[in-house]
T-cell receptor, first 112, second 112 residues
Framework: DADVTQTPRNRITKTGKRIMLECSQT?????MYWYRQDPGLGLRLIYYSFDVKDINKGEISDGYSVSRQAQAKFSLSLESAIPNQTALYFC???????????FGSGTQLSVL | GESVGLHLPTLSVQEGDNSIINCAYSNSASDYFIWYKQESGKGPQFIIDIRSNMDKRQGQRVTVLLNKTVKHLSLQIAATQPGDSAVYFC???????????FGKGTMLLVSP
């Protein structure tokens, strides 16, 4: 079983729809992250959380929101999806801040 | 702003050769560096990391070299195999910051 699980793996949606991407982990880490990957731009941080009551904006948080429902669960929402949010989204966890990240397998989101 | 970058977007090698993937960083306050491998359709996987108090660290068939004088990081892969074909990312953490900053990635292509 994967340590960091993302659902769904693929999603196609239309402009203006609300979308939620989910992430769960069995690593027991307090720190969880959402990254976006676009071709040629590498991984960019959207939001991160260091415990259940902690939410922090990353480099590109506009148009996104998150919820940390439990230590093991961290979801990413797009309230009103737009085509330039088409990307590969990764959830990650870490044991310590600013150190090794453990990634999920990613969610490919396409907004038409 | 300062960022992590890569010299070569694509590196093609023959099976059995040694590969060297380079990464330049511009922030002298960075004190932790890490390399990830990302195969097609998968999330990034940890390869090796190094702290700024070290110049070299070795793993299984991989070596990371850190040259703080010229702010340069490299990943050496010995006896490259077709299974090493992937995109390789470097990332850095600046002292006092709680998240990693990723470079854009280099694609390594290994021919049989």
């Amino acid at each position: 079983d994967a340590d960091v699980t993302q659902t769904p793996r693929n999603r196609i949606t239309k402009t203006g729809k609300r979308i939620m991407l989910e992430c769960s982990q069995t690593k027991g880490h307090d720190r969880m992250y959402w990254y976006r990957q676009d071709p040629g731009l590498g991984l960019r941080l959207i939001y991160y959380s260091f415990d259940v009551k902690d939410i922090n904006k990353g480099e590109i948080s506009d148009g996104y929101s998150v919820s940390r429902q439990a230590q093991a669960k961290f979801s990413l929402s797009l309230e009103s999806a737009i085509p330039n949010q088409t990307a590969l989204y990764f959830c990650a966890t870490s044991e310590r801040s600013g150190e090794k990240l453990f990634f999920g397998s990613g969610t490919q989101l396409s907004v038409l | 702003g300062e960022s992590v970058g890569l010299h070569l977007p694509t590196l093609s090698v023959q099976e059995g050769d040694n590969s060297i993937i380079n990464c330049a960083y511009s922030n002298s306050a960075s004190d932790y560096f890490i390399w990830y491998k990302q195969e097609s359709g998968k999330g990034p996987q940890f390869i090796i990391d190094i702290r700024s108090n070290m110049d070299k660290r070795q793993g299984q068939r991989v070596t990371v070299l850190l040259n703080k004088t010229v702010k340069h990081l490299s990943l050496q892969i010995a006896a490259t195999q077709p299974g090493d074909s992937a995109v390789y990312f470097c990332a850095e953490n600046m002292r006092g910051y709680s998240t990693l900053t990723f470079g854009k990635g280099t694609m390594l292509l290994v021919s049989p």
